[in-house]
């Protein structure tokens, strides 16, 4: 039992360090290492409306992990790789500004990322999201008869996208460059992908370097089949 219990926790461990990635702003990496599951839900609910479209809500967490960002980042890249440096650039520079910009990031990312480009942006939101979305909705007391449904369906998306995560991605530092090139494809400038990336900058080196960091204390290779 006691055993079994330790198994749940290092799988609860690893989805939620999955899903920190998507704190953000003031006290994230605090949020992260202390209260992975608080930080992500109840923070997370804070911003809700308290209005869930539950089909719309999971349409769109399903949607991340079948097509996501990801498939306009390998549509691109497959675009890219039939043309030269000089004729990508040329490309680049007939394309409006927010669209020249996915370029260049893609640009910059293709040869750096594994075949399944920023699959782990899209992963870890379906997670963050997932939490997020299951949290605010059971605090309306209208879904109160629904609890075991709605943490139900939490768990088994959260498991599918931990279960991808693993497949797609060999280990942490892996999986945080593709998430940190997704966050950079998402923005809408190199301007705003530049200053984007200041900001969350020194909160990812904790995470991948401190020994009190929960990606360091969730081993990539965690059963998740407990």
């Known amino acids: 039992m006691f055993n079994k219990r330790k198994r749940r926790q290092k799988k609860s461990l690893f989805i939620d360090s ?6 953000k702003g003031m006290g994230s990496y605090y949020w992260a290492v202390n209260y992975p599951k608080y930080g ?16 719309i809500t999971y349409d769109k ?29 040329s490309l680049i520079e ?43 909705a059971t605090l309306l007391w209208s879904n109160f008869k629904h609890l075991s449904l709605i943490r139900k369906d939490r768990n088994e998306r959260s ?3 931990a279960e991808q995560a693993q497949s797609l991605f ?9 998430f940190i090139a997704g966050v950079q494809f998402q923005q809408k ?11 969350i900058q020194p909160t990812f080196t904790k ?4 020994k009190h960091s929960p990606l360091r204390n969730a081993d990539w290779d965690t059963n998740l089949n407990v």
């Open 18 to 23: 999955l899903a920190v990635l998507c704190l």
């Open 40 to 55: 992500v839900s109840r923070v997370g609910a804070l911003f809700s409306t308290g209005h869930i479209d539950k089909k």
């Open 61 to 89: 967490l399903d949607w991340l992990l079948t097509d996501g960002f990801q498939k306009r980042f390998s549509s691109i890249k497959k675009e890219l790789l039939q043309l030269s440096e000089i004729e990508q650039n």
């Open 94 to 136: 007939s394309l409006d500004p927010e669209t020249a910009h996915k370029y260049r990031v893609v640009q910059r990312y293709m040869n750096r990322l594994n075949e399944h480009g920023i699959a782990a942006y899209d992963i870890s939101n379906c997670i963050y999201n997932n939490q997020m979305y299951a949290r605010s």
């Open 159 to 161: 498991q599918r996208a």
């Open 170 to 178: 060999s280990n942490w530092n892996e999986y945080v460059t593709s």
């Open 189 to 199: 400038s190199s301007v705003d992908a530049e200053e984007f990336t200041k900001k």
């Open 207 to 210: 995470l991948l370097t401190s």
